[in-house]
Each structure stands twice: as C-alpha cells, then as structure tokens.
C-alpha cells in the first residue's frame, strides 16, 4: 500500500459524458501527479500539481483538466469523453516535485462505452 | 529528442533463471533513473534509484546498473519467481525542468 487513494476503482460511462476522478496524496506530499495508461501501453504522462499550482504539463488533450485543492487532494476532470479515454488513470504524488521518489496509487479504470 | 527505449518488449523465462532487461536513453541533461515494477493493473513500484556517480544498485534479487557515459542501465533479476512476472518500467528524469520521461516498458512472464 502506497499510501495514495484514488477513487473510484472503476468507471464505466458513455461517450460525451464527463467524469471526475479523484486522489488523495500521501500524508505530507505536496506533490500530485496523473498518468493515463491505455491497454497494453506504457504511461503518459498528463499534468503535475506542487501545492495547488500546476507544475507541468504533458500529453494532457484539453478536454482533460485537473486541479489540486487547498488539503492536496486532486481531482482530474474527463470531458466530452471518446472511446479512446478508456484506460487505468493514475495519480502518483511526492514530497516536493523535483526529484523524489513518486508513489503510486492503485488506479481508477475507465471503460467509455 | 529525449526519449527512453526498452528492450526487450517482452520476455519469457523459466522460473529460477535470470534475466536482464535493458534501458538506453537519450535524456539530457541527466539527473536520475528509475526502474519500476508494474503488476497487471496496479500502480508501479519503485525498484532502485540511480544517480549519475552510482554504477549497480541492489533491492533483493533485483540489481541495477547505470552507465552514464553510454547512457545505458540495465535491470537485472535473479533467480526468477512466478510473482516477477509483471512490467518493467525504466523512467529517466531530466535536470533541467525535472521533467520525466517513461520507456515503454518490457513486459516479463515467469513460467513454471
């Protein structure tokens, strides 16, 4: 157990639609990352929150937001959802965002149907 | 470009033998390299850390190496056990603007 939660586990929802996935860091990370896996892909990486600020971003489509709130949760926000969202998103987080060690949550799958 | 490659994609050993997977990659200016095991599924975990003055390091049956000059590490596994069977994934992070690069991942099964 890493110490990271998502919610929820698993997500099954239809094209167009929008969810909300969530994740609570580590207790005393600042740091929140997300990554989108697709099946039998490697992780892309999609945005990095420090402390309530956007960090960096990466490969995130802008149907896709995020945003890490005042107690360092974050939630990433899935719009306009196509069949190609379907993957396990996951969030990491870590102490500060330079070069320690990221933790990993177990995942939220997402089935788009 | 800074990009991370594995190889190889996929393999396949008996249980009790070894195997050695490797990462080259191209990151610029470097500042560390990690490698991750990933079970089908789940989150990766951390296997080891490098730095650039660090040439092996071990976490039980697992042994990295690094060679900074060639750009080149490798992830080795002893005496394979059916739970290994997972992702290998080797991830470089970049000095300037810390930014992360993931390789694809090489994808091991154990077989009894």
């Known amino acids: 157990d890493s110490g990271v939660t998502q919610t929820p586990k698993h997500l099954i929802t239809a094209t167009g639609q929008r969810v909300t996935l969530r994740c609570s860091p580590r207790s005393g990370d600042l740091s929140v990352y997300w990554y989108q896996q697709s099946l039998d892909q490697g992780l892309q990486f999609l945005i990095q929150?420090?402390?309530?600020?956007?960090?960096a971003k990466g490969n995130i489509l802008e149907r896709f937001s995020a945003q890490q709130f005042p107690d360092l949760h974050s939630e990433l926000n899935l719009s306009s959802l196509e069949l190609g969202d379907s993957a396990l998103y996951f969030c990491?987080?870590?102490?500060?965002?330079?070069?320690?060690?990221?933790?990993f949550g177990p995942g939220t799958r997402l089935t788009v149907t | 470009k800074n990009q991370v490659e594995q190889s190889p994609q996929s393999l396949i050993i008996l249980e009790g033998k070894n195997c050695t997977l490797q990462?080259?990659?191209?990151?610029?200016?470097?500042?560390?390299l990690r490698w991750y095991k990933q079970d089908t599924g789940r989150g990766p975990v951390s296997l080891t850390i490098m730095t650039f003055s660090e040439n092996t390091k071990s976490n039980g049956r697992y042994t990295a190496t690094l060679d900074a000059d060639t750009k080149q590490s490798s992830l080795h596994i002893t005496a394979s056990q059916l739970s290994d069977s997972a992702s290998y994934i080797c991830?470089?992070?970049?000095?300037?603007?810390?930014?992360?690069?993931f390789g694809g991942g090489t994808r091991v099964l154990v077989k009894p």
């Open positions: 990491a987080s870590s102490v500060e965002g330079g070069g320690y060690e990221q933790y």
């Open positions: 929150y420090y402390n309530g600020e956007e960090r």
């Open positions: 990462c080259n990659y191209t990151v610029s200016p470097f500042s560390n």
């Open positions: 991830v470089v992070r970049r000095a300037a603007g810390n930014k992360l690069t």
